[in-house]
């Protein structure tokens, strides 16, 4: 194992401890109202198995991903919990999730029908979530849809409705009115269904305030380290750190381009670190010419493009710089939402992109 280690061309640390107190600040602003787990897309790359086990050690007893198959292998890990499919169900998927104990959340009339024709066939209730769309037009039952369903109860029949919860367009923008608008709504409806729960508000969601909170918090982003409020000083603790190890380091002068492209020159002699990460690691091309590490004690910048499986780094800033040495692109002196921002993406498009070729590396939860 250690070995393992002190060759990996890049290492992926994943801190379940932080992730653990990033999920205790969420349930203290939530004040008391329980707080799931949104672990969809492998649980925002990271592992949905091992960030759901933390997660499930910590309190947390019910958990949202987006595709059957997902809530599937998370049940095979987690016997416990409840597990309910973002995306809804599709005709045929009935049996796979009957028998997986997983719970759909209803997005249209004709998924509500599929399900409440299974729980009739099977002569037993199905639990289930509703998804109401108050304002994203992505998913969710749709004014008209919501109103049949009012005035048509017995579409419910052989349901056993959990939830009922919607989803906000612009809760990272307080400012939005929006917001309020999509709260209203789901006020309204949420009164319709008293014999269920309400869920309203994802990380973001959490911070506009005990409106907003409803019966069960629905935080994915914050909890993997994703700063929930742009533009202000992230209250969450950093869950990844992304290392990789330069291969070679050389000298150049003002003559020399660096990279494909020959995008770069140098305005006179440099420092070049050649280090093993490139894009089909997941991180961005975009940060061509444009990115930066941290090496040594200092930020670094990326100079020429980032190719498959190298970037290089101008680091005549420290001189000690050697091969076999691991360089920071992620973590506390990088942080995910600086480096998204940089490549003109967003925290969690970076974080879901990350490869499947690091070594990764769980710090226990425990501690
Ligand atoms: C992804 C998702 C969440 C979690 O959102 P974050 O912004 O990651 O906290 C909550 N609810 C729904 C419906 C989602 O699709």
Known sequence: MASAVATAPSVLEIDLGRLVSNYRLLCARLGGVPCAG???????????????????????????????????????????????????????????????????????????????????????????????????SRLGLTPGE???????????????LRYVLSHLACA????????????????????????ARASFANSSGIFLGPD???????????????????????????VVHLQARILQTREIDSAQTVGYGASYRAPGPRRIATVALGYADGYPRALSSKGSAYCGDRVVPIVGRVSMDLITLDVSAVPNAHVGQMVEFLGDHRPLDVVAEEADTIGYELLTQLGKRFHRIYRGAAG
């Open 172 to 195: 990272d923008e307080p400012e939005h009115p929006l917001n309020a608008q999509q709260l209203a709504r789901f006020r309204a409806i949420r009164a319709q269904f008293p014999e």
């Open 38 to 136: 949104v672990v969809k897309a492998d649980g925002y790359g990271l592992g949905a198995v091992p960030v759901a086990e933390a997660l499930a050690g910590a309190g947390c007893t019910t958990f949202f991903v987006a595709h059957a198959s997902e809530a599937i292998s998370l049940r095979a890990a987690l016997p416990a919990p409840e597990i309910y499919i973002l995306n809804g169900i599709l005709p045929g998927e009935e049996d796979t999730l009957v028998a997986g104990g997983v719970a759909p959340v209803l997005s249209t009339l004709e998924q509500i029908e599929t399900w409440a024709r299974a729980a009739r066939r099977l002569g037993s209730p199905l639990p289930a979530a509703i998804h109401f769309d108050t304002g994203m």
């Open 146 to 160: 919501s109103a049949r369903l009012i005035a048509e109860r017995h579409r419910l029949d052989g349901i056993r």
């Open 212 to 238: 907003y909170h409803f019966d069960l918090g629905r935080p994915g982003a914050a909890l993997h380290g994703i700063n929930p409020l742009p533009g202000h000083p992230n209250p969450l603790a950093q």
